[in-house]
Each structure stands twice: as C-alpha cells, then as structure tokens.
C-alpha cells in the first residue's frame, strides 16, 4: 500500500495567473487552504478535482494516484471519490432533500458505501428537512444539505470552497458545530477554503498559506499560525490556536480550565460546562498577551503562564512588535509596542511571565 496523505503537485498557467504548488499534506483531518481573493485557492480545487488541464501535474490521494502528467494519468472527475461544496450548494430545485440526497448515494454501489444515509442525516442534523424542496430552505439548511449530499457518494476527499461564505454570521455559527463533528467523527479529509480566520481557527489542523499563486507556508496549525515569518498573511489577526484538554470547571464563576499539552499549565476561559478530558481549542490574539518580567499579583488577569521568548518580527504598525514565545512548547505571540520590548529588555531565551485575560480567549 503507497503511503498515506495527499501529495499535490499542479503548474497551471492562465493568461495572467500561474498557479505553482507542490504539497504534502496530511491524508486525514482538515486543512485550510487561506490566503487572498485571487491568490489560487480555488484553482488548486479545481486542479484536485480534475477541472482544469494543468501542465505539470501529480495527485495521490491516501495511496491513490489520480493524476501524473509523467505518464499521461488523468482520472476523469466523475471517476475521482471526492466530494464537491461551493459557496452556495447546487441542489436539484425540483427535488426535495430526500431525493437530493439519495441521488448522488445511488449511484455508488453498496459495498462501496461508507457513509450511510441515516449517518449523514443525523450528522448535519437535517432529518427535519427532508421532504421539503430546496427553495423552501434557508442558506445555512441548504449547505448542510449539500455537505451531506457530498458524504453520500463516499468520497476519499472532500473540497469545501467557502462552504459558508454567503452566510450571515448568526447563520455561520449555527452550522461550524456540524462542521466540527465531521472533523470529530469521520475519517475523510477534508480541504477547506476560507477567508474567515475565525473558521480556520476552529476547523483546521493544517494550514496552507497561498499568496498569487504559490504556496507560502504549510504546516500544523498552531505552529504554522506562530510563525513570525509571515507577516503579511497573519497581520492584525496575529494569534495563535492552543488545543489543551479540559481539567476542571468551576460552576460559580463560569469558568473552564485547559491543560495545556505536555505541561502542567492551564489556559483559564469562560465558557459553558465541558466534560473533564475533552478537547478544546481556544484562540489567543497576539493583542490580547501582555508580559510581565515578575510575577505579578493582584491582577484582573487570569492567567498568568511562565514563557520563554523566541524571536520577535516587526507588527505591522511601526510602533508595535509580534513576540514569539513558548510555555512548555506551546506557541504564544505577544504583540506589544516597541517602547516595552525596549524597557523590559527583551532577548531570545528570556523567562518571564505572559499574562492572557480568561474574557479575551476565543473557544
Ligand atoms: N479560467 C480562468 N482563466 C483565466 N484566469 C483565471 C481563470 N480562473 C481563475 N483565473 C484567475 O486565477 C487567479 C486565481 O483565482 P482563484 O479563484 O483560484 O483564487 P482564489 O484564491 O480562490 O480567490 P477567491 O478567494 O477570491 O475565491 C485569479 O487572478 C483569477 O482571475
């Protein structure tokens, strides 16, 4: 069996826009392929997809070679398992959910199946909507529909394109949480465009960073968002997303404790109830991390972290610096004025301590 992950490699030249990448990425979870409106994003969808005639080009997909231009291979994009999501999903108007939904499960044979409809359903949680007609359907409902169209045909990969884009934000915040369940409970992988940092902070495990048509920076999340060589990708939302595990909830004042992984550590945040040992990812904007050379006492400030200092990179506005730090690892970026780095004397290696407000932590 060929190894896991997905390897992408795709040269595709339009008039005025070339599109270079060469990829490893992970063969499960989901990576956000985040960058600026024309900087390829959706090209390199539609390269994957097998839409467009690439130069050069190489697609394997957990073990699966779809595409190799060295020996002439190209999959056509019926025959590719992936599933497909636009901004705005193209359900069959004259079909109600159910129909809809069974259209593209028909059409893979049983022993090929791997999603069922019953799962599918319960996933998006759109039971209620089934026989309705799409027209009958707000944005939200409708997407949820076409994701679970899309998990039908049982793919191997799965291309969301701004799945929530032409979405208000009351209406994105009811559908991440069935977004996160995919993530939680089935194996596909899922490559997800967006603009939204916020998504990609909550969805992804991998981050592509693209701008005008190459690949800027691919890696983890976490590491890939602290990295202090890509200003102009992060720029005001400069932050970093900490994953810890749920230690303790204090039902009095709200409040969730995270251990943050491989430390004794924990990230204070409000929030409602969690079960002890679950998983929780919370952001931290760069703007929100104040530093401290002793330990302060008497704070509003809730949580008080031991860091060590890495590196640092102008901020953006000239009287300001982003601060790479690490509390037993895990990423942290401070973005503080120039004035204070000079007065707190700051060098790689520093300890000292990062103070985060508990109310100014994202989960
Ligand atoms: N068929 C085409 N012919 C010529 N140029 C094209 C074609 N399709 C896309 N382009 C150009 O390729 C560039 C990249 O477009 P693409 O849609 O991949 O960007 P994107 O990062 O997905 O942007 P957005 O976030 O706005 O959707 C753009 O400059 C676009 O105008």
Redesign the pocket.
Known sequence: MAAEGIEARFRLD????A?DVDLLLPGRGVTA?Y????????????CIAGL?RAGRSYLRVNGEVWQDSASRLCVPTHRRALGYVFQEASLFAHLSVRRNLEFGYRRIAAAQRRVSLEQAVELLGIGHLLERLPDRLSGGERQRVGIARALLTSPRLLLL??PLAALDLKRKGEILPYLERLHDELEIPVLY?S?APDEVARLADHLVL?EE?RVLASGPLGETLARLDLPTALGDDAGVVVEGRVSAFDPIYDLLSLKLPASEQTLRVAHAPLALGRRLRCKVQARDVSLSLQRPGHSSILNLLPATVCGEMPAGSGAHVLVRLEVDGTPLLARITRYSRDQLNLHPGQQLWAQVKAVAVLA
């Not at 339009?14 to 826009?17: D, G, I, L, V």
């Not at 960058?35 to 539609?46: A, N, V």
């Open positions: 339009y008039p005025q826009f599109l392929l960058g600026p409106s024309g900087s390829g994003k959706t090209s390199l969808l539609r467009e394109d701004e465009v603009h693209f048509g």
